[in-house]
């Protein structure tokens, strides 16, 4: 007799390994990411990959030579965004990598800036 689909091995292998990679955690407790937060590792020398989680150790090396988006790692790494959020949390606790965030809603310019920039732009 089969066994029903949801405990297949496949199956359950797909649905395991994220959790397993996290420890069962669903979110960062210290930092917080978004799809486009640029990630970037530190120099190669310090930090030892003996100790490091295969996906951590393949996150700092998609990002030794230049910024990557957090999406984009997901994207390389085939791992879900939550998991790379996770991780990246964990590389920036160890201070592995830097991060540059977007701007918050309250670093960008008014609408009434743009606007007389764009007036000023027209009148030339």
Known sequence: MREPRWLDGAEAGRHLRPYAITGGRTRHSQHTFTLITLVVSRSAHEFDDDTLEPESAQILELCRDRAVAVAEIAAHLDLPVSVVK????DLLNAALIIVQS???????????LIERVMDGIRQL
């Not at 996770?86 to 949390?89: A, E, R, T, V």
């Not at 977007?102 to 009434?112: A, D, I, L, M, N």
């Open 86 to 89: 996770i991780l990246c949390g």
């Open 102 to 112: 977007p701007p918050g809603q309250e670093e960008q310019p008014s609408v009434e």
